[in-house]
Every structure is written in structure tokens, then in C-alpha cells.
């Protein structure tokens, strides 16, 4: 995919690198109580909801201003009652955010943390289930990008549904991008936001939510501009947001929603996004770079790489030569060892892959920087 308008691709998490045509969306301005643009408003729920393969009279979905740890905290304050207890399963930043907000709320939590980089397993979370009976739901990050890890969702969801509880799922890296199955799969809540594998722009998020549980959970919030039941009551009265929406972003989204399908959908881009990752760790472990994950636990939406241990390579240095040759990185979020993070999502294809490969390889010769190469994970 060609850069016409030579901006840096981001290879980040989100925001990321959108088309043209999502840009060009923006360009107009609209009325945020209008006919025309509740419109729009209406048909982004509607799409979000096939999607996620869910049931129109079973779920919906609920739009949010703000990053996607607004919408989260908004979730989480509808879907959990002050006397519920919630399991926060956390293998990364994302886990321990939720397990914050659960802190913040005054809820009660117990968790399961697996450090950095391993992934809770579905018998672990039963043998919680079995001794802490008062649990009543479990929250799970699908993607969890401070690693890149995809969760096994399928099975944590099965184990979570056998044994009553509710599940609350932040896709926010993944939906989209990785195929989920509300029909399929038992998840009571999933939260994303605009600017992931959709490819839209930064602005809001979106919980997608069932009726009843979204019903219950009317009089909960803790906030007055993050209550989500007021603000689906809201729309389904009106059509309306509650406060002021972020207008360029949501008719943004319709765009990028148009192109996700004519890419074939959630499937069309989760093979376009596998190819990137392929392409990726093929050539830097050619280079001299080792992931930090098996390859059976590479998610398609972003790899964590380690960092070399020659003395030359620093890695402010190493993003600064990356940036004048035209690619933004991500720095790394582990706390036991150094690394750093290269995006697979937004508007790439593995042609450009290729071409950060080589600016890679010029940039650590820049640096005087020099690997041997890693056939697998470190």
C-alpha cells in the first residue's frame, strides 16, 4: 500500500494509519443532533452488531466517547454490581488497567496474573471459579497488545458460561481484525474502539452489551458522562448522543466500515493482517531479532521483539532512525526484559513490511548495531 500524502506509517497498536478515504470522510462538517447524522449513528450500531454476529433482540451496542479505556470503564460499571466480585485475568498493561478501574470503582476483584507474556489457561480459571463461588463475572483482554499475545477467548468463554458467570471482553486490539462469534462463542460483553482493526480514527469506543445485563445495570455508574445505560437509553429515545459526539470520528468510522467490507470482511482482514506478521518476524528473525513469543501465541495485530544486547543499540536512537526513514514503532511494555513493539494493522500490506525491513537493517548499521540471526523465539 502506497504512503501518497508521506506521512510515517504507524506501526503501533492504534491509532494506525488509515486510508485516504477515511481521511477525505472528515472533511465535512456535521450537525450533531441532525437527522442525517443520527443516521449514520444508527447504521455504525447496526454493522458493529453483524459484525460481532449478535443478535439485535439479544444485545446492543452503545457507543462511547473517548478512548477505549472510556468505554471499558463504562462497561465495567454497567455490567458489575458494588457487591459483585470480579475475576480480572492479566498477562499484560491492559489486565492490570481493568483491575484499576475495578480499584477505582470500589468493586471487588481477585486476579489472575500471569506475568508478562503467558496466557491464562481455561483450567485455571475453573479452579478459581471453584474456590471463590462469590465471583460472579470474569474480565479477559482477547489481544493483549504490552505482549501481542491473543488469549485462547473460545475456551476461557466456555469454561466462564459452565460455571454461570458473566463475561466481559476487551477486544479493543482484536475485534475486527480476529473473527469472534457472539452466536458461537458465550461472551455477555465485548469493548473495542474505532481506531483499531476497523481502521477508523481515534474518538470513541463501543461496548456491545446484552439487553439484560445492560438493563440491570441501570443506576450503577459512577460517573454521570461514562453511565452507559443513560447513554443507550438516550439513543434509543432519540437517536441522539447524550453530550456532544465526536462527529468527523463516527462518520469516519462509516467509511472505514465500507472498506473493512469490500476487504472481505473480519476474515478478508484478519488474512491481510497474518500476511503482515509473517512477513514481519520472518525478516527480522533473518535480521537478528528474537520475538518474545512462541509462534503459536503470535497474535496478527502486533509482535514484541527483544532487544539486542549489543551496547550499540538504544532504542530512542534505533526509533529516531526508524522515524526519518518513515515508520513509527512502539517502545516495549514488559517489566522484566527490554523490547520493543511493530504494529501489523491499519492501511499496511506486506510490501511495506519488506520496505521496514531494509530501513531497519540501514538504521542499525547507522548505529553500528550488528545481530546474528534467530530462527525462533528468545
Known amino acids: 500500500m502506497t504512503n501518497s500524502i508521506k506521512e510515517p506509517y504507524l506501526l503501533t497498536p492504534g491509532p494506525l494509519t488509515t486510508s485516504h478515504a477515511t481521511k477525505a470522510a472528515m472533511l465535512r462538517d456535521w450537525g450533531s443532533w441532525d437527522d442525517d447524522f443520527n443516521q449514520v449513528t444508527a447504521d455504525v450500531r447496526t454493522q458493529l452488531l453483524a459484525m460481532a454476529e449478535a443478535a439485535s433482540g439479544e444485545y446492543a451496542c452503545v457507543p462511547m466517547q473517548g478512548s477505549g479505556t472510556f468505554a471499558v470503564e463504562s462497561a465495567l460499571a454497567c455490567a458489575t454490581d458494588p457487591n459483585d466480585k470480579v475475576l480480572v485475568l492479566m498477562n499484560g498493561a491492559y489486565g492490570k488497567r481493568a483491575a484499576q478501574l475495578l480499584h477505582m470503582m470500589g468493586r471487588r476483584y481477585v486476579t489472575l496474573d500471569k506475568g508478562d507474556y503467558l496466557p491464562p489457561q481455561p483450567n485455571e480459571v475453573a479452579v478459581l471459579l471453584e474456590q471463590y463461588p462469590e465471583i460472579t463475572s470474569v474480565f479477559l483482554v482477547h489481544c493483549e497488545t504490552s505482549s501481542g499475545i491473543l488469549n485462547p477467548l473460545e475456551a476461557i468463554a466456555e469454561v466462564v458460561h459452565t460455571h454461570g458467570k458473566t463475561l466481559i471482553v476487551d477486544a479493543m486490539s482484536s475485534f475486527g481484525g480476529v473473527p469472534i462469534s457472539l452466536a458461537k462463542t458465550p461472551i455477555d460483553v465485548l469493548v473495542s474502539s474505532a481506531n483499531k482493526c476497523i481502521e477508523g480514527v ?49 462518520v469516519a468510522f462509516q467509511t472505514a466500515l465500507a472498506q473493512h467490507r469490500e476487504e472481505g470482511g473480519v476474515r478478508g482482514r484478519c488474512a491481510r493482517y497474518t500476511r503482515n506478521r509473517d512477513a514481519l518476524v520472518k525478516g527480522m528473525r533473518a535480521i537478528g531479532f528474537g520475538t518474545l513469543l512462541e509462534d503459536g501465541w503470535l497474535s496478527p495485530i502486533i509482535t514484541t521483539f527483544l532487544s539486542p544486547n549489543d551496547p550499540a543499540f538504544e532504542f530512542n536512537a534505533f526509533y529516531a532512525a526508524l522515524k526519518s526513514r518513515g515508520f513509527l514503532i512502539y517502545p516495549g511494555k514488559l517489566t522484566e526484559v527490554e523490547s520493543f513493539r511493530i504494529g501489523c494493522i491499519g492501511q499496511l500490506d506486506a510490501a511495506v513490511m519488506e520496505t521496514l525491513l531494509v530501513a531497519m537493517q540501514d538504521a542499525l548499521s547507522e548505529m553500528g548495531v550488528f545481530l546474528s540471526s534467530h530462527s525462533r523465539s528468545a
Open 202 to 250: 481515534p474518538g470513541f469506543g463501543f461496548v456491545i452489551i446484552r439487553k439484560a445485563l445492560l438493563e440491570a445495570g441501570k443506576g450503577r455508574a459512577h460517573s454521570l458522562s461514562l453511565d452507559l445505560y443513560a447513554q443507550w437509553e438516550y439513543m434509543e429515545r432519540t437517536g441522539q448522543w447524550r453530550f456532544t459526539p465526536p462527529t468527523h470520528t463516527v
